[in-house]
């Protein structure tokens, strides 16, 4: 009965709520471990686009069970924005979403503290107060979901968070944070909350003994990592795989411990700020952006564009510990003459592998380029990988050769039929094949 993680790995973006989508049918469980309503999800089903940034893909499932873990920050005014947005559109999520009570709250303080530091410029944030929210967190002075079982110890708790944060406003000659405004906010999400709050470790290890099946959806990508990503221009929580344990109270033993698939795009998108070696601001990064619509789903900006780069990959995939690949939006490609891939760079006069964590200002770092073959043909309607031209067929044995792991699926375009799975464990795959 073994669980699955799915993890982007690289700057988020990599198509990973479809996927999610696709993967849930024979999963019961799909849980969230980290971020918060900074991550967008596009799903598209039938003729219906659906647009998730905090609640897990698997909700447009009727028969799905969601988790918030106690990883993710939850802004409850995104939370209940997000439900009511669901319900209208006919899905109906009251019994079937449930949320760490010992997850900490996202709350106005937070984005406003973002917007006054600069973060949002510097860093090329989503202004949706995460960072802030996860220093609370780290600092032991959050307000949890538990916190709003008891209304006094919820005021005392907002007080003494507000109270911090006011040495600084003041020290920046901005207006005080008047606690009951804080208070106020809280409490018209309470009910909403505690509705939906439960003690993840008994809750979540319940059903695994009656052999319940999770899926674990990450959100951002590995190189967005506070720790292993491209810092300081990462998010504030570990986005790797390995964040499940901590950000669900899962670990996993030697028959349940995920599966780990990793979803990488193509080309690489990032958005914000900070390095991006591959990355192409000419005419092949326009090309990508209009054929890969690479616009965000959160902050509708439009994303940075550039090649795929395999150092990155590498370092990524053994971070998470990644199993197999799934490879997306390769349509995108479809129409160029030549396709560049990343395979090293040239640093300090030397031919590199890795990305160092310092690079000086006046030490440029250069990609160095494998060229291959573009395929110039549609690919969207292609059965299987034999279908595919010789030339996209290179690309993906590349890829794999250079990576040492197997490209298990392929996603040709948006919708849940523009699929091709080519080599998926069975364990995973289930009854897919009954769904297209
Ligand atoms: P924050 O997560 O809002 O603190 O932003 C930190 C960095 O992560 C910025 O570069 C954001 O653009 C990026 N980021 C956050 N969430 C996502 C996402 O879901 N996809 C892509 N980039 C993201």
Same mark, same amino acid.
């Given at each position: 009965? #073994? ?14 709520? &479809?996927? !999610?989508? $696709? *993967? ?27 647009? *998730? ?10 028969? &799905?069970? /969601? ?5 993710? !920050? ?14 209208? @559109? ?14 900490? *709250? ?14 949002? #410029? ?23 979901? /538990? ?8 005021? #005392? ?37 505690? %509705?939906?709050? !439960? ?10 003994? #009656? ?9 951002? @990508? ?8 491209? =810092? ?11 964040? !499940? ?57 439009? %994303?940075? /564009? ?32 030549? $396709?560049?891939? /990343? ?10 592998? =890795? ?82």
């Amino acid at each position: 009965m #073994q669980h699955l993680t799915i993890s982007g790995l690289q700057w988020g973006d990599e198509g990973k709520g &479809k996927i !999610v989508d $696709i *993967l849930a049918e024979n999963y019961d469980v799909i849980i969230r471990f980290q971020g918060g309503h900074n991550a967008g999800h596009t799903l598209v089903i039938g003729d219906k686009v659906f647009k *998730l940034s905090l609640l897990p893909s698997g909700i447009v499932r009727a028969d &799905k069970l /969601c988790v918030i873990g106690n990883g993710v !920050v939850i802004n409850p005014e995104a939370l209940h924005k997000e439900i009511t947005t669901l319900q209208a @559109g006919g899905i109906d999520i009251n019994e079937r979403l449930k949320i760490a009570d010992n997850a900490a *709250l996202i709350l106005p303080i937070h984005s406003h503290i973002e917007t006054l530091r600069g973060q949002v #410029q510097k860093i090329g944030t989503t202004a949706r107060g995460i960072g802030p929210a996860y220093e609370d967190k780290i600092a032991r002075r959050a307000i949890r979901i /538990c916190d709003l079982y008891d209304k006094t110890h919820l005021k #005392q708790q907002i007080t003494v968070l507000t109270d911090y944060h006011n040495i600084w406003l003041k020290g920046m000659d901005e207006p005080p944070i008047n606690p009951q405004d804080m208070i106020d906010f809280t409490m018209q999400y309470r009910d909403l909350l505690l %509705r939906h709050a !439960v003690p993840i470790v008994p809750f979540l290890h319940n059903l695994a003994a #009656q052999n319940k099946r999770f899926l674990f959806e990450g959100a951002q @990508g590995a190189l967005l990592d506070i720790d292993h990503g491209t =810092y300081p221009f990462v998010t504030s929580s570990n986005t790797i795989a390995g964040a !499940v344990a901590a950000g669900s109270g899962v670990g996993g033993n030697a028959d349940t411990h995920p599966f780990k698939l990793g979803i990488i795009k193509a080309y690489c998108t990032r958005v914000g700020n900070g390095i991006f070696p591959s990355e192409d601001d000419g005419e092949a990064g326009d090309i990508l952006a209009e054929n890969g619509a690479e616009f965000g789903t959160v902050t509708g900006r439009k %994303r940075r /564009c550039g090649w795929l780069d395999l150092p990155l990959l590498r370092h990524t995939i053994n971070i998470s510990g990644i199993d197999g690949l799934l490879l997306t939006k390769l349509d995108v490609l479809d129409t160029f003459e030549t $396709i560049n891939i /990343c395979t090293h760079y040239q640093y300090q006069g030397e031919k590199i592998d =890795y990305l160092p964590n310092f690079i000086p200002d006046n030490e440029p770092l250069t990609p160095i380029y494998h060229q291959m073959q573009g395929w110039q043909t549609q690919l969207r309607g292609a059965k299987s990988i034999s279908d595919f031209p010789q030339q996209a067929r290179d690309f993906i044995d590349f890829i794999e050769t250079q990576i040492q792991l197997k490209i298990m699926m392929v996603s040709t375009g948006p919708d849940r039929a523009d699929i091709i799975i080519s080599d998926l464990p069975d364990f995973i795959l289930g009854d897919y094949s009954n769904q297209t």
